[in-house]
Each structure stands twice: as C-alpha cells, then as structure tokens.
C-alpha cells in the first residue's frame, strides 16, 4: 500500500483538536490565521509552537514582528475560525464575523471573549517540510470560563457533539 497525502490528511483528521487564532500587529493592523496546530512544547521555560504554512500571509508578520498571541475560541466562535481560515490579504471586516480585538501593553491583539489567550515572543523558528514551526515563549495568559470550539474530521464540534 502506498501512502497518500489524502490518506494521511484523513487520518490527522480523528485527532480532535481545539481551534485557535494566531493573532499579530502588523503595522498598527490586526492579522490572522486560524491554526490547529498548537500545542505546549515546556513548562520550564514555558513555551508554545504553532505550525504555519510558509505561503500564509501571517507567516511573514510573525517573522517580522516576533510578537504574537494564540487565541483560543470559544464553542460559540466558529464564524470567527471561518473567517480567519480564509486566504484573504486583509481582514478588514473582522467586525462581521464577530472578532473585536484589544490590546496589550506591547500591543499584541487579543481577542474579546476567546476561552483563553496567550500572548507569545517568539524565540526561534524552524523550517519542517511546506510548514515553519514557530516556538515561543508564553509571556502572559487569561483564561476565561466556557466550552472549547473542537475540530475533528473536518467538521467543527463542541464537547456536547464529543461527549454524546
């Protein structure tokens, strides 16, 4: 048997992650990118990575400015993820798909309401493949009560579809 990329697609799929949205200030501008591939790298420092494809736009402004946050979205906030998702230059209607963001003390863009936020300088950035693996250290954190937004098998879920 020969091994596909849609093989290995499908089968990346039954792992069910939660859903996040890289954010980073670029010239005064929020940009993003929803990404699924997050996770903690240590504890001691604590550390994070997320994998972005070199041909993302926001590949580029995490080079660039170093600082970024993982927003992670809410069971509620799947219009957010969506739009995020999108290969589109600017995200200048953000407001639509109900993304308001603030700001941090380093101007890092948060993101109203998410379950939880980290804000990230990034300390170094590895080439794997089509993908960059972007560690950071977690400077500062805000977790808030909810349920996460779940991705698995290509379709958005909430812990109420996972635990039935």
Not at 91 to 114: C, I, N, S, W
Request: glycine share 8%; aromatic share 8%; hydrophobic share 40%.
């Amino acid at each position: 048997m020969s091994l596909t990329s849609s093989d290995f697609r499908k089968a990346m799929g039954c792992f069910a992650t939660g859903v996040t949205v890289i954010s980073v200030d670029q010239g005064g501008e929020v940009h993003g990118m929803t990404a699924n591939a997050f996770t903690s790298v240590s504890l001691d420092p604590m550390l994070v990575l997320v994998c972005v494809d070199y041909r993302a736009r926001t590949h580029a402004h995490l080079h660039a400015r170093k600082r970024f946050g993982v927003n992670v979205l809410r069971s509620d906030q799947q219009a957010i993820s969506e739009y995020y998702a999108r290969s589109s230059e600017a995200h200048q209607h953000a407001e639509d798909a109900g993304a308001h963001f603030d700001r941090t003390a380093q101007g890092t863009p948060v993101l109203r309401g998410a379950l939880a936020y980290l804000e990230c300088r990034l300390q170094r950035a590895e080439k794997a493949g089509d993908h960059t693996i972007f560690i950071a250290e977690v400077e500062e954190v805000v977790v808030r009560e909810g349920e996460p937004l779940l991705y698995f098998r290509g379709q958005y879920r909430g812990m109420e579809k996972v635990k039935s």
